[in-house]
């Protein structure tokens, strides 16, 4: 019966909290196992206007092809990625500068370690979970999918500070 007390009362401060918030939708994915990778092309699918990405490791030719499609129907893309992450052998960096993808390189200290996508400038994705093989298949991660207005805000903000110091392809650091 106490048991049954705590969890009502969890339902209810949740939901509390979730309306206080202004939360009308939360999506979490925890990989391997969920499906993670689909998740995430299904919200890049649904883009209608825009996509702000910043990903230390994009290697997955699922998102990679669900960012192109977005392309082919008119959604601005941007993407910050980390340069040496772009480099290597499974990074679908180099096919997305060559097809003329809006893309630039973190320039800060270390790497560009950033894992989260805006669509439309109203929805976030964020957590640990990199656009990568590994993280589906292998990696224990997680994402969490919200649009909070003042959170979206917040990351909107550190993007446009990404974007504005990131280096194109080609420019020296």
């Excluded at 049954?4 to 939360?23: C, D, E, P, Q």
């Excluded at 092809?65 to 977005?70: E, I, N, P, S």
């Excluded at 992450?85 to 500068?97: D, E, K, M, V, Y």
């Amino acid at each position: 019966m106490k048991l049954l007390k705590y969890f009502l009362l969890f339902v209810v401060s949740n939901s509390i909290l979730t309306t206080a918030w202004g939360v009308q939708n939360l999506q979490t994915c925890f990989s391997p196992g969920g499906n993670c990778d689909q998740v995430i092309v299904g919200y890049i699918n649904s883009a209608k206007k825009t996509i702000d990405m910043a990903i230390y490791n994009l290697s997955l030719k699922e998102i990679h092809d669900a960012l192109a499609q977005a392309k082919q129907r008119g959604v601005k893309i941007r993407l910050v990625v980390d340069r040496e992450q772009a480099l290597g052998q499974t990074s679908q960096t180099p096919s997305l500068i060559q097809e003329g993808f809006q893309l630039r390189y973190g320039s800060q200290k270390g790497v560009m370690h950033n894992k989260f996508t805006l669509v439309d400038g109203t929805w976030l994705e964020t957590g640990s979970y990199n656009y990568s093989i590994s993280a589906s298949n292998y990696n224990a991660e997680n994402q969490i999918y919200l649009n909070d207005p003042e959170v979206v805000s917040h990351y909107a903000q550190d993007f446009e500070t990404i974007w504005s110091s990131g280096l194109e392809p080609g420019a020296q650091p």
